[in-house]
């Protein structure tokens, strides 16, 4: 723990150098600028692009060649993906994947 | 472009931010879900640094991101540069600037709140964004202003909650970020049932296996993106055809 004040300052750093990240491409196309046509493009597949990278993000840390050989996130990660094609309930899905995620870290994989 | 107009126009807007409110809600029950799980588990982690729920409250509100604040929890110790923690911020949230680039059109039709929307523009909420068009008779500018403030209410009150019961009971909550994985499966599924073309996905997931392999998992996000960039543009020709179908041109005026 820091004190008070230099933990201010840390949270301040934090902040803005991700606000820096977020308002980059703002600062680059300001109001009133034209937007080049291929970014408008890139614009619109890269949403769904990013969500795939995203999933495979959260799993980056994942031990696969080690034990556990990533079977914990495997099963959770199957389970969410079954539930969520059954059930389509987003509460059921992400709440049991997790908890489920958990048992197998904590007292099945330990 | 914001006309404030007489008290009349006044009224107009309030009722028009409860009417968005109301409408955005159901849509933000995914991230609702996911946010209480992973905003309790950045509390938790804070709260094993020293930190009171109140610290965790003022990183959520200013702050606001879900790995950058798992990552910046390691920074509060003492004699930790400044330097290497504004580094490490910007490197884990370079992602952040790719999907500025895929907003820079729609938020610039908006007044000055859309720095609001710039602010809160985390994985979740661009996710959300992205993939919900406007409902009939909202305004598009309160509705993504209503998501926003509406998932940033969730990230504050789950890192709270966590932070607090740190505070009180001994919490195991080893495993808990997996919300965020089950966040993102979920999505993914939601939008693979949703779109005809689902190549932007695989892009997007074999990309991004491809350079976990090659970069590993601490470099693999900014060569992930500019892979995906690089091949988006060059199939352009085969996937503009399915990409102008997830249209969301709903901006009349009301």
Not at chain 1, 77 to 105: C, D, E, P, Q
Not at chain 2, 60 to 86: C, D, E, I, K, R
Not at chain 2, 174 to 200: D, H, K, S
């Amino acid at each position: 723990m820091l004190d008070p004040v230099q933990s201010l300052v840390m949270i301040a750093v934090v902040a803005v150098a991700t606000f820096a990240t977020r308002a980059a491409s703002f600062l680059l196309f300001p109001k009133g600028k034209e937007v080049p046509d291929s970014v408008k493009y890139v614009g619109m597949v890269l949403p769904p692009a990013v969500i795939g990278m995203l999933v495979v993000y959260c799993l980056r840390s994942t031990s696969v060649l080690t034990y556990p050989y990533g079977i914990p996130e495997l099963i959770a990660s199957l389970t969410v993906v079954a539930l969520h094609v059954w059930k389509r309930n987003i509460f059921l899905s992400i709440g049991v994947g997790t908890v489920l995620y958990m048992a197998l870290v904590q007292f099945v994989f330990v | 472009m914001t006309v404030f107009g007489p008290i009349v126009a006044g009224a107009d807007e309030t009722s028009g931010y409860k009417e968005a409110f109301r409408k955005a809600f159901p849509y933000t029950v995914p991230v609702l879900t996911g946010y209480l799980f992973i905003g309790l588990a950045f509390g938790v982690m804070f709260a094993d640094q020293g930190y009171s729920f109140l610290w965790a409250i003022l990183v959520s509100t200013v702050v606001y991101a879900g790995s950058g604040q798992y990552l910046a929890v390691n920074f509060f110790v003492p004699g930790f540069s400044l330097l290497q923690a504004a580094f490490l911020t910007l490197m884990v949230n370079v992602r952040h600037v790719f999907y500025g680039l895929s907003l820079v059109d729609r938020f610039n039709k908006f007044g000055k709140k859309r720095w609001y929307l710039i602010f809160g523009m985390t994985d979740e909420t661009y996710s959300l964004i992205c993939t919900t068009n406007v409902p009939e008779g909202v305004d598009e500018e309160k509705f993504l202003l209503a998501i926003t403030a509406l998932d940033q209410l969730y990230w504050i009150a789950g890192s709270a909650i966590g932070a607090l019961a740190a505070s009180i009971v001994d919490f195991n909550s080893q495993g808990i970020e997996f919300a965020m994985t089950a966040l993102f499966i979920v999505l993914f599924i939601e939008l693979w049932y949703r779109r005809g073309n689902r190549t932007p996905e695989l892009i997007g997931v074999v990309a991004a296996l491809v350079c976990l392999l090659v970069f590993g998992a601490d470099n693999f996000v900014l060569p992930t993106m500019l892979t995906i960039v690089a091949i988006v543009l060059i199939a352009r020709k085969r996937l503009d055809a399915s990409a102008g179908r997830s249209g969301k041109e709903a901006d009349e005026d009301a």
